[in-house]
Structures are given as C-alpha cells and as structure tokens.
C-alpha cells in the first residue's frame, strides 16, 4: 500500500491515487474513504489531493467509476478467440478480477445497492457495458448462433443472468463447495445460452 | 395508512404495528423509520409502543422479519398441484407479493445490501427459506424429475438463479418490455430447469 514518488504527468498520477483509492475500499466502505487516508497512504498533502479531487464525493464517484472501468478492460473478449471461448474468457477474466478485488467489489456492490443515486448509476452503467458487449461481441454471436433475435425482452433477462454471474463468483470466491473453476465457468456461460432460449419464445 | 382501535390481544396487535412499520417502508428507508411515525400512524403514544418493541432497532429488525414471513407464506407452492404448476404459482405469488410491496421490499434488498449484518441476516435467511423450499417441494421434485440431484454444487447455482429471479421481476415490474406475466413466469421456471442441468455434469 505504498507508492513510489516518481514524476508523472497529472492524468498518471490521478489513476494512481484512484488505484490507492480502490485498494483502500479492501479495508473500509466508500463513505469511511477518506482524503486524509489516501493523502497518508499516498505519501502526499491534503492539498495537492484537492488539486485532483474537488471534494470526497468527487473522490469516491472516481474510485468506483475506476473499479468499473478496470472491470470493463480486464474482461474484453479476445476477437480471436472462437466465439464460445470468447464468452468463457471474459466470465474468466471476470471470476479473476472480482477474486483479486473481493473486498473492494463488495464494497462497490454494497454501495450502489445502498440507495445513493451516483453510486447506483455507475453499477448499473457498469453492468449494462458488460451485457451489451454481449450482444456486440462473443455472446452476441453466440445468440444469433443459436437463433436468438436481441430484443428488449432478451436483455431483460439477460440483465437477469449477469446479477445470477455476480451471485454465483461471488459464492464461488467464498466456498467453491466443490465446483472446479472449469465447471464454473461452463455453466454460466452454458446458461446465457439457455435463458436466452428461453426468453425468446418460438 | 389509519388503523381502527379495536381491542386485540398483544400478539396480533404487534403484528398489526408491523405490517403498519412494512407500509412505512414506501415512503422512507429502513434507517429513517422511527418509533415517533410509527407512533403517530398508529394512533398510539410512544411509550405504548416501547411495550412491543425494546428499541428502534429491535422494531426494524421485527419489520423485515415480518416482511421475510409474508413472503415465505405467500409464495408457498400449492401441493394439490402438478410439480411444473407448483413452481410457476410459487413465481407468480412472488411477482404478485413484490408488485404490492415494490418500495417496501426495494427498502428491505437496500438494507441487506448495504452491509449491516443483521439485515443481511434476515434477507439470506429469507432467500435461503425460499431455495430450501424448491429442494422440498415443487421444484425439488421437478430436479428430481430431471435426474437433477441436490449437491452442495447445485445450491450455489440455485442461489445464482434467485438473484437472477429477483433481478429480473423488479426490472419487469419497472417496465415489462413486451414480456407477458405467463412468458416471464415459464421462462424464470424454466430457466431453474436449465440452470440445475448446467450444474450438474453429466
């Protein structure tokens, strides 16, 4: 949890407090995410933190948009992968990201289900890139593959299956209860294809 | 929101007292429920209210409980029905239940979510309730059925599968998408068929 001082320009420097900021949520929620905390984590003033955060609000909306951005980049399906491994390799990706970041993930989730309205915006615009992706990438073609038309009736559900993925690795992370990693992500990736069977009527 | 004084014995006046603390849910969070509105709804001084519950947070705690038993009760499968019928009334009873109580039951998930221990408490020992039963009764019989076969691997899916079950019917009844009752239903009991297929190897 400590930081080297070397010279970055402004734009560096602010992701490397914003990253400080996602590891300090391992040990305390968003709203005990204190500037006096990352100043003394980071080795820096008070001050020059406000010269990158106009106010804590503005800090914590900045560490959970970072968390959400991450999250997006770490689970990119690889194009050249064939389609069904590209959906098992993002949920991979995905089951990784969430194991190395349990805590502040928790805390993201737990925040955004809160209530706060910002909070709740930035989850559900996370998890709306994720399941859009699908459509647009691996799972899109994966659907089609098997006849399913996107619909709004489809991306209900599918909404459905991604808040199934996050129950399911979130568990999974804490007691496996015997389920290898492979199995795991076969059958979620399997069930995307299911419930999107399901969702569109023949 | 009034409430006829007529004379009830203590424990059916506190339930009365709860569900009046479920309706307040609509309109406030858990955390701004007070024994002083309660009071004020009820028709009933402060100190009569102290009688039945010890504290503020012996009241909220009681509330979500209270809650939790309504949704357990409702949602109760129909055994004089077909095992496949069974599950989808039980679905049905759950999207009408949280229809009625869409702000009250949004409070009681935000409150769980948000990471006290005791709401969390209740709202696993609830969704747990809820997934036992579907072992017990009409789903368990319908895994059963499917050659599916009740494993620690199995629960974790199935738990996935309540999250997406949740999910889905709070966005539906936000905004149904084309989707109708009787398609959102088969497609939520289906899906459990599927889900417990994936999860168990063959």
Do not use: C
């Not at 800090?59 to 959400?68: D, Q």
């Not at 928790?106 to 909070?119: H, P, Q, S, T, W």
């Not at 799972?139 to 399913?148: E, K, P, R, S, Y």
């Amino acid at each position: 949890m400590s930081t080297t001082r070397t010279r970055l320009d402004p734009e560096s420097r602010r992701e490397q407090l914003l990253d400080l900021g996602v590891e300090l949520l391992s040990v305390r929620r968003v709203e005990d995410l204190s500037i006096d905390a990352l100043a003394e984590v980071a080795g820096i003033s008070r001050g020059l933190l406000y010269h990158y955060f106009s106010s804590k609000r503005d800090f914590h909306l900045a560490v959970l948009r970072r968390m959400a951005d991450q999250m997006f980049r770490l689970t990119a399906p690889a194009p050249d992968l064939p389609v069904a491994d590209q959906l098992v390799g993002s949920l991979e990706a995905y089951v990784d990201f969430v194991g190395a970041n349990r805590e502040p993930y928790l805390a993201f989730v737990r925040a955004a289900a809160a209530g706060d309205e910002e909070y709740r915006q930035i989850y559900d615009e996370a998890r709306a890139a994720l399941t859009d992706r699908i459509f647009e990438h691996a799972g899109g073609d994966l659907l089609a593959g098997l006849g399913i038309e996107d619909s709004p009736a489809l991306r209900l559900f599918v909404g459905g299956w991604a808040a199934m993925v996050e129950d399911v690795v979130l568990s999974w992370l804490e007691d496996a209860r015997g389920v290898e990693r492979r199995q795991l992500l076969d059958a979620l990736a399997g069930s995307l294809a299911s419930i999107g069977a399901l969702a569109t009527p023949a």
